[in-house]
């Protein structure tokens, strides 16, 4: 098989001292961190879309990066693309990789074209998956790029839009059954409006919650056993995106029974948009039972846009592994790297630095997460914080035996309040630095 990476070695752990650009300073696979190896906590994923497909474009540039790996006919394009992803995936030591189905083969000018096409990209990748010992994290279907769904897809206002969406779902869900994916993604990319003035929200609202139905039980019926995912994003393309973020996911879950069926994929720089740290909407999901898996990236808060940048930023990563530490891991999902090379960066070697930025900075975020959480002293700080609901009258609170005129006659004996204590936010980033770098 020919090697698209050719002067690029195998990436390995050589330590924090190395100086080789091509080897990994803290993610060491096999080494043990909270009980298994970095490998088990971590998952890596490599996203399809950015790693094989971006070429650098951006709204006021063409591309700077070729993708097209020595061919012209779209299927052998297509082709070699995977060729070129598995060796990556081995050259990087990653196990897994996600795809939207228009990722991984070309359009055709029908359906069922498009479909044939799908079929013979999915046997060369389920042949190179048995080759290479990779799996698939997720499937999902791009009902976003295409001209068919500039309103929307399973929120769009023409009949025919929604049902080609359902059709073309369906078959991103067999393709992700045939390749044993741990999970499908539904992410609405043009699932919203641009004003409400030519807008039935309800409706809108209401065929996004029959599309899922529709999807999950025909899922079911063939056998797919992964989970399922939302991923929240609150704008872009769109300005008003449905699934805004887990909140507003949970809420719409919640109203149309589907709250025990899915879970939440979360994308950082998706956080971002919405106004949250990464850290808030991974709690909000993880004390909500539903924090299924992350796509790893980082934005820049310079732009308020999605940049899809590599993650670099330590305390941001630090932060999401304690809360995916304290998740108990993903056991359905991963850190899939939804990321792509800055536009700038457009020699082949670059995709290796991106990915190998990205790995350690969630390697040392690991690290740290684990020493945040065996130190101790941030959750004691919280459990003492709010310890007058460990008894007395917070415990009645608690506990739901305190009623209202409880609660009165209680403060009625009190006088003025005044003992809250200080929340002492500077003393605690100082422990979280001292617990970051100190030896």
Known sequence: ??????NIPKVRYEGPDSKNPFAFKFYNPE???AGKTMREQLK?????WHTLDAEGTDMFGRATMDKSFGETDPM???????YAAFELMDKLDIDYFCFHDRDIAPEGPTLSETNKNLDEIVSLLKKLMAEHNKKLLWGTANTFSHPRYVHGAGTSCNASVFAFAAAQIKKAIEITKELDGCGYVFWGGREGYETLLNTDMELELDNMARLLKMAVDYARSIGFKGEFFIEPKPKEPTKHQYDYDVSTVLAFLRKYGLDKVFKVNIEANHATLAQHTFQHELRVA???G?????????GDVMLGWDTDQFPTNVYDTALAMYEILKNGGLP???????SKNRRGSFEPEDIFHGFIAGMDAFALGLRIADRIIRDGRLEQFVKDRYKSYQSGIGADIVSGRAKIEDLEKYAL??????????????YLEDILNSIMFGK
């Open 1 to 6: 098989m020919k090697e698209y990476f050719s």
């Open 31 to 33: 080494e043990k961190i």
């Open 44 to 48: 890596f994923s490599l996203a399809y």
């Open 76 to 82: 052998a394009i297509y082709k070699n693309k995977a």
């Open 286 to 288: 993880r004390i909500n």
């Open 290 to 298: 539903v924090l299924g898996s992350v796509d790893a990236n980082q």
């Open 332 to 338: 359905s999902g991963g850190l899939n790297f939804d």
């Open 413 to 426: 004996k009190l006088g003025e309040v005044n003992a809250i204590g200080s929340g002492r936010q500077e």
